[in-house]
């Protein structure tokens, strides 16, 4: 039998022998909460300095772009496929990483703030030109054709309300349009922008508009902060073809394989070539105004891979006629983690893809 004292001091032995498990267990989580920390610290400062590096070197790259297309307007007022600025970098090292990218002439798509140049009499002027089947290419029955072409709604409405949201004034175009008082019925209220669109992810803000709209409209159209003409040298074969129906789609190529034309004489001339029309009707159907050889924006888009991360960066760069190329606008982003393990840039999608449907 044991005596009292020492069945006493075996307790107190036990209870000894938790508490010091109790307190490891503690210390143990406090420096694995400490380390977890720590670790979360490192990779915060390792994204920002990355980020910051990668920003540098698209900052640079950004640069270099500038100066080229300064040295192309310097050689000519017609830009094409075939210039220098239209090759796609191919990957570059870099310090830790690397570097990929391209430029694409968003002159060459249809500019939706085109749209905002409409009034009521315009509109009213071109629905009796229909009617009459005298029409001729306008920015509405382009855009019209462009949408239809996307499997999109292109019913007049919807390109009436996108008119009345990047026009000035808050006047209805039609009665099946929208402006303020539309807007503020909605849940939440807003109000119209009445200014031109800064980017295409502003378009589901617009009445009848969906973010499925915009993703599938991306390959053809721009949001150029002025009134634009298509440079006929770079645009892509559906662009062209929603132009007008005298460009048929089995039309297009073959003029394509005419590009580069060096003057609006000559595309006019091809064109009557393939159409089998006359020059002087192809001048009344498709006005001459709505169309160029050369261009002014310029977009660059460019992959940034550092120390296991990547970024996407796009700039938009106006290169005046005159003066020096500068950039107006920039969006840099990561490109989340989950998409690169899902199959890398295959699955997401490189920045430049987009370019292989504008390609001659």
Sequence with gaps: ????????????????????????????????????????????????????????????????????????????????????????????????????????????????????????????DELKAEVAQDAVATPRAWFREILRQRGLDAADRRIAALADWVDPDAWLLTPESAEDNEYLLLDPPYRPANHPLTELGELPLVMGYSATDAAALAPWVSTLPRQTRLNVNTAPAPVLAALSPLIAPARVEALLARRPFTSLGAFYDALAAVAGQSRDDLLQRIPADLLAVGSDYFALRARVSLAGLRYDYESLIHRPASGRARVIARAFAPVPRLAQDAGGDAAIGHPCNHNEVNSP
């Excluded at 307190?23 to 980020?51: N, P």
């Excluded at 570097?99 to 009499?121: E, H, P, Q, V, W």
């Design 1 to 124: 039998m044991i005596s009292e004292p020492r069945a006493a001091l075996r307790r107190e032995g036990g209870i000894a022998l938790v508490s010091v498990l109790l307190l490891l267990v503690f210390v143990l989580t406090l420096v694995a909460g400490l380390f977890y920390r720590h670790q979360i610290h490192i990779h915060k400062v390792t994204r920002a300095v990355t980020g910051d590096q990668a920003l540098l070197i698209v900052l640079g790259a950004e640069t270099w772009v500038a100066s080229v297309l300064e040295a192309d307007a310097r050689a000519g007022k017609v830009d094409h496929l075939g210039e220098a600025w239209a090759r796609p970098l191919p990957p570059m090292p870099v310090e830790g990483g690397e570097i990929s990218g391209c430029l694409r002439d968003m002159a060459g798509l249809f500019n939706l703030n085109n749209l905002g140049a409409y009034t009521n009499k315009r509109w009213d």
